[in-house]
């Protein structure tokens, strides 16, 4: 009989025999010391045989001593950079990001090029989304660039930019925009810690510099 039961029994069989297959390293250590007190006295284990089973259980045992020890490496990072996170409370960094703070005062518009530019546009949005300025510039260099915005006629607030360009032949030139402000906060995430800038969580790993330093 064929039907939704038999598929299932089938996975289930599936599933079965592979776990069935998978052994560890205890398990592998007692096969072979099974196999030794076993063996026949007068046909005993080649010994070529028994030095490739030797190495098969020691390179068994190096993988789970390095997965142990990614694993002890991943979690020490992962408290490295939390602490270093928490110090940066109230420090002035730059990091990929999107948004603005407006106080009234000219502000500077920060984004990295892949390439040389012969034309960059960079659109502003109020916090609803609303486009609020265009800027057009042309040939601009590769790497880190920075444009000011006078902030002419809109209230203050944080607003964010979207930057596009495109090279001599008219291709897009990838960007990476920046946002620069003060750490409020840090919170954590799945072992991973955000700081708190212009109101925008940014990934610890995403900040560039602190205080003119590069990251």
Do not use: H
Request: aromatic letters at 6%.
């Amino acid at each position: 009989m064929t039907g939704i039961g038999a598929v299932a029994d089938s996975n289930n069989n599936s599933q079965n025999v592979i776990q069935e297959n998978t052994i560890g390293k205890d398990d592998f250590f007692k096969m072979l010391l099974a196999q030794i007190q076993n063996q026949n006295p007068l046909n005993p284990i080649d010994g070529a045989d028994f030095a490739a089973q030797l190495a098969q259980f020691s390179s068994l045992e190096r993988l789970g001593n390095i997965n142990d020890q990614l694993e002890t490496m991943n979690l020490y990072q992962a408290s490295v950079n939390n602490a270093q996170s928490l110090n940066l409370i109230g420090r002035e960094v730059t990091a990929k990001g999107d948004v603005l703070k407006v106080e009234g005062e000219p502000v500077d518009l920060t984004y990295n090029l892949s390439g040389y530019a012969k034309k960059v546009s960079i659109k502003i949005y109020d916090e609803e989304g609303s486009l609020v300025d265009t800027l057009e510039f042309g040939n601009q260099k590769e790497g880190r660039n920075s444009v000011v915005w006078d902030c002419n006629n809109v209230s203050k607030g944080n607003y964010t930019f979207d930057v596009s360009a495109i090279d001599d032949n008219g291709n897009n030139v990838d960007v990476d925009t920046m946002t620069t402000g003060v750490v409020t906060g840090v919170t954590f995430k799945n072992g991973s810690s955000y700081l708190s800038i212009n109101g925008q969580d940014i990934a610890f790993g995403d900040v560039i510099s602190v205080n003119g330093l590069e990251g």
